[in-house]
Nanobody, 124 residues
Framework: QVQLVESGGGLVQAGESLRLSCAAS????????MGWYRQAPGKQRDLVAQ???????NYADSVKGRFTISMVNTKNTVFLQMNNLKPEDTAVYYC??????????????????WGQGTQVTVTS
């Protein structure tokens, strides 16, 4: 079983910064991709940023140049440094882990695991 525990959300003013953390535990295999998604009220959940265990990154256009994702492989922990926050960044942010899954030695395919979500609110 895989668990993701997030921390770091909060209430800030526009232009300020926040750092989100997510620690994954359980049976986690190589070839994983970790990332952050966000969901604003009444909207779908969208990708913010993701990183592979080889360090390749991918960002939504709306956060490029402002957000930085990083990962500590040995600790299965991913961070999202969010600078110059804007009111439109307000959302619940969810940590995601995409990895291979096995059960009693049988490969089950790729699986997505989610954290409980952390609220980020940016006021103007």
């Amino acid at each position: 079983q895989v668990q993701l525990v997030e921390s770091g959300g909060g209430l800030v003013q526009a232009g300020e910064s926040l750092r989100l953390s997510c620690a994954a535990s359980g049976n986690i295999y190589s070839g994983r991709v970790m990332g952050w998604y966000r969901q604003a009220p009444g909207k779908q959940r969208d990708l913010v940023a993701q990183i592979t265990d080889r360090g390749s990154t991918n960002y939504a256009d709306s956060v490029k140049g402002r957000f930085t994702i990083s990962m500590v492989n040995t600790k299965n922990t991913v961070f999202l440094q969010m600078n110059n926050l804007k009111p439109e960044d307000t959302a619940v942010y969810y940590c995601n882990l995409n990895s291979d899954a096995y059960e009693t030695g049988t490969y089950l395919g790729r699986r997505d695991y989610w954290g409980q979500g952390t609220q980020v609110t940016v006021t103007s």
